[in-house]
């Protein structure tokens, strides 16, 4: 995603968009805010990533990377030092993260511990959101300047091929089968790629969904979920790439995730500071729960061991001009943590 819109695009739409209406009929699991992690800390954030097995989950700063403990709650504001970073990737089995940084076009790899870095390789223009691969075990880097998905060595942090996508690239999602999907913002589409080949396969135009943000795989039922930025939550069959289904969210999205334990997915909106909570049986799905969250709450992820879904969120200041961007009140960064 774009820098500003990092944090604070879907602000500028808070006061024209309204709450989407939501299905809380029956299995409805009434989530609410039950934590507030205090980080603090300047500058916005990016992409969220859980390590369930190190009980860690990351956010990318801007220029820092921070970590806080799943379990208790510490807070590790500044792990690294970094050059607009967007995303986490945890490798080599949480040893090591993987940091795409928008400021050099490069990748670091860096010690999950220390932080210390052992390789920066340089990589297609614009690297945003990235994923492990885990029929490869190798991480997929999304060029949202490029339109390339460079394909990286955890190990020797060589990019080992260079996928031309086209477009503006943002999230991406695994279906475990061999498959990586992209979305393409600028076009309105999903993108699919054959991990052995290392060519596309598909583009599938998904009607209805605007500058498709986040994107998740939900395996049980063989269905992609792309976060629109119409206020729309798109499925779409990983067989065919036809729309199954679209329901109506809040406005602001940049993410969706899906807990394959509770078989829940998740969209949050930062516009209308909500998150939406979707159950799916088979090809369909209805909006079980509309949680309030805050405006500008636009990423997150779930942590599949507890089930808690982590929000970053902060205070804004209102714009200094018209037309201007607002401004996030210094020291007032937290993590929201829903749950039940």
Same mark, same amino acid.
């Given at each position: 995603?774009?820098?500003?819109?990092?944090?604070?695009?879907?602000?500028?739409?808070?006061?024209?968009?309204?709450?989407?209406?939501?299905?809380?009929?029956?299995?409805?699991?009434?989530?609410?805010?039950?934590?507030?992690?205090?980080?603090?800390?300047?500058?916005?954030?990016?992409?969220?990533?859980?390590?369930?097995?190190?009980?860690?989950?990351?956010?990318?700063?801007?220029?820092?990377?921070?970590?806080?403990?799943?379990?208790?709650?510490?807070?590790?504001?500044?792990?690294?030092?970094?050059?607009?970073?967007?995303?986490?990737?945890?490798?080599?089995?949480?040893?090591?993260?993987?940091?795409?940084?928008?400021?050099?076009?490069?990748?670091?790899?860096?010690?999950?511990?220390?932080?210390?870095?052992?390789?920066?390789?340089?990589?297609?223009?614009?690297?945003?959101?990235?994923?492990?691969?885990?029929?490869?075990?190798?991480?997929?880097?999304?060029?949202?300047?490029?339109?390339?998905?460079?394909?990286?060595?955890?190990?020797? @942090? *060589? #990019?080992?091929? $260079?996928?031309?996508? =086209?477009?503006?690239?943002?999230? !991406?999602?695994? %279906? /475990?089968?061999? &498959?990586?999907?992209?979305?393409?913002?600028?076009?309105?589409?999903?993108?699919?790629?054959?991990?052995?080949?290392?060519?596309?396969?598909?583009?599938?135009?998904?009607?209805?969904?605007?500058?498709?943000?986040?994107?998740?795989?939900?395996?049980?039922?063989?269905?992609?979920?792309?976060?629109?930025?119409?206020?729309?939550?798109?499925?779409?069959?990983?067989?065919? @790439? *036809? #729309?199954?289904? $679209?329901?109506?969210? =809040?406005?602001?999205?940049?993410? !969706?995730?899906? %807990? /394959?334990?509770? &078989?829940?997915?998740?969209?949050?909106?930062?516009?209308?500071?909500?998150?939406?909570?979707?159950?799916?049986?088979?090809?369909?799905?209805?909006?079980?729960?509309?949680?309030?969250?805050?405006?500008?709450?636009?990423?997150?992820?779930?942590?599949?061991?507890?089930?808690?879904?982590?929000?970053?969120?902060?205070?804004?200041?209102?714009?200094?001009?018209?037309?201007?961007?607002?401004?996030?009140?210094?020291?007032?960064?937290?993590?929201?943590?829903?749950?039940?």
């Amino acid at each position: 995603m774009h820098l500003k819109a990092q944090f604070i695009a879907g602000l500028a739409l808070a006061a024209m968009a309204a709450v989407a209406p939501a299905d809380t009929g029956t299995g409805a699991p009434n989530m609410r805010i039950i934590d507030r992690i205090a980080a603090g800390g300047e500058g916005g954030w990016d992409y969220v990533s859980v390590d369930q097995t190190a009980r860690k989950l990351y956010i990318t700063r801007g220029t820092s990377i921070m970590s806080v403990d799943a379990d208790t709650g510490k807070v590790n504001l500044l792990l690294a030092l970094t050059n607009r970073s967007h995303q986490v990737v945890p490798i080599n089995g949480g040893a090591e993260l993987l940091i795409t940084n928008g400021g050099d076009s490069t990748i670091t790899i860096l010690d999950a511990a220390t932080g210390k870095t052992r390789i920066k390789t340089k990589v297609s223009a614009g690297p945003d959101a990235a994923i492990l691969e885990p029929t490869t075990g190798l991480v997929l880097v999304m060029g949202h300047k490029s339109g390339n998905v460079d394909v990286v060595d955890p190990k020797s @942090g *060589a #990019v080992t091929a $260079s996928i031309a996508v =086209g477009g503006t690239l943002e999230y !991406a999602a695994a %279906d /475990g089968k061999g &498959k990586a999907f992209v979305n393409v913002e600028d076009k309105g589409e999903l993108v699919a790629i054959d991990m052995k080949t290392r060519t596309v396969i598909g583009h599938y135009k998904m009607a209805g969904c605007e500058e498709p943000t986040g994107l998740a795989y939900l395996a049980p039922n063989n269905l992609l979920l792309a976060a629109c930025a119409n206020g729309v939550a798109a499925f779409v069959s990983a067989d065919t @790439g *036809a #729309v199954v289904q $679209s329901l109506k969210i =809040g406005a602001g999205s940049d993410a !969706a995730f899906y %807990d /394959g334990v509770r &078989k829940l997915a998740f969209v949050p909106s930062g516009s209308t500071g909500t998150l939406a909570v979707i159950a799916v049986d088979g090809q369909t799905a209805r909006i079980v729960d509309t949680v309030k969250t805050a405006k500008g709450a636009r990423l997150g992820m779930v942590d599949p061991k507890t089930g808690k879904i982590y929000l970053p969120a902060a205070k804004f200041a209102p714009p200094a001009s018209a037309g201007a961007w607002p401004t996030i009140v210094p020291g007032s960064f937290e993590i929201l943590v829903v749950g039940r």
